[in-house]
């Protein structure tokens, strides 16, 4: 984060959103520490933005043109860190937040707090807390929506667009949830799971191509942010946030989202992992919504930032620089 911001704890009255409310923004300095192993994996700079009373944890990586990277469930930052080392040479400033509820920024306990419209406000106050203009946004699963849900009150700030595996628009009438968020709302059943086992951050590597991408001290530092069981509320309450009916309370922000990006004329890439067995078959849909989008299909699974992110790094490149 920009040394002129984080030298000192600030605090200012936040961008007024389409309602008309205000929050409250705090900047604050100090991240919370890492262990070493985990530490060393992560070369970056570390601060905290305070929200509306939740702490958000942000990552930075260079300067120059920003380069605002979301992640979705349940990952974080971390899922970004080889695309910022492909960027390191350039001159990017690549910022990865974690979402409210994962990683370190802070995890309410009470999961009805996990809207996607509470997600898209936090995030636009992040962007304005940040000061970014000129942004080149990528987005992956939930942070697709939520992402560029931020931007639909900022479209003037955004400037560039690469998207990978994620939705972006309202499901279509009749559809069927996938497997995966059909079990997270078996009653008990989906509680013991994610909240006692850990699923799905002790499994990731079976969303991937290559199994061994998520392994070892990486598949750790997934789970180690979602270890207690008292705060890894997110998980689940991010995979009920999916819609399982037309009258679910996401629909109809994922409806504007998807209006938002079908009117998009700036430059914009997709790159997408085929082999991902919750979104891959979304690509098609994904194109259509971006006719102009040049795609970059590879044979990665779902967080194809493990797998693939010199590809993703060269989209970045090649739309932040267009």
């Not at 991010?238 to 629909?251: A, I």
């Not at 109809?252 to 997408?272: A, D, H, K, M, T």
Request: a positive charge; proline letters at 8%.
């Amino acid at each position: 984060m920009r040394s002129d911001i984080v030298q000192e704890l600030v605090t200012r009255p936040a961008w007024a959103g389409p309602k008309g409310k205000r929050g409250t923004l705090t900047i604050v300095s100090t991240a919370p520490p890492l262990p070493g192993w985990l530490s060393k994996m992560l070369p970056f700079e570390r601060s905290v933005v305070e929200v509306d009373g939740h702490r958000i944890h942000v990552m930075e990586s260079g300067r120059g043109v920003p380069v605002l990277c979301m992640h979705g469930n349940p990952t974080w930052g971390f899922l970004y860190r080889k695309v910022a080392t492909a960027l390191i040479d350039e001159p990017v400033r690549v910022i990865m937040p974690d979402l409210i509820g994962l990683g370190f920024s802070d995890h309410p306990t009470d999961p009805a707090v996990h809207t996607l419209e509470h997600h898209i406000t936090w995030m636009g106050k992040l962007i304005d807390a940040l000061d970014l203009a000129d942004v080149t946004l990528v987005v992956q699963d939930w942070g697709g929506p939520i992402g560029t849900g931020a931007f639909m009150d900022r479209s003037d700030r955004l400037s560039g667009l690469v998207v990978l595996n994620t939705i972006l628009s309202e499901p279509r009438e009749g559809f069927r949830p996938t497997l995966f968020h059909r079990f997270g709302r078996l009653p008990a059943v989906s509680d013991l799971a994610f909240r006692v086992f850990g699923f799905p951050q002790v499994r990731l590597s079976m969303a991937q191509s290559d199994k061994s991408s998520i392994r070892g001290d990486v598949s750790r530092a997934y789970r180690y942010p979602l270890r207690s069981r008292r705060t890894n509320q997110a998980p689940l309450a991010l995979t009920r946030m999916v819609p399982d009916s037309m009258e679910h309370p996401s629909v109809e922000p994922l409806r504007r989202i998807g209006r938002f990006v079908r009117q998009y004329r700036g430059p914009v890439e997709i790159v997408w992992g085929d082999r991902d067995p919750v979104l891959g078959s979304a690509r098609n849909h994904i194109a259509r919504m971006l006719p102009d989008a040049p795609v970059t299909r590879t044979g990665a699974g779902h967080f194809l930032q493990e797998e693939v992110p010199d590809e993703i790094a060269a989209a970045i490149r090649r739309v932040a620089f267009v």
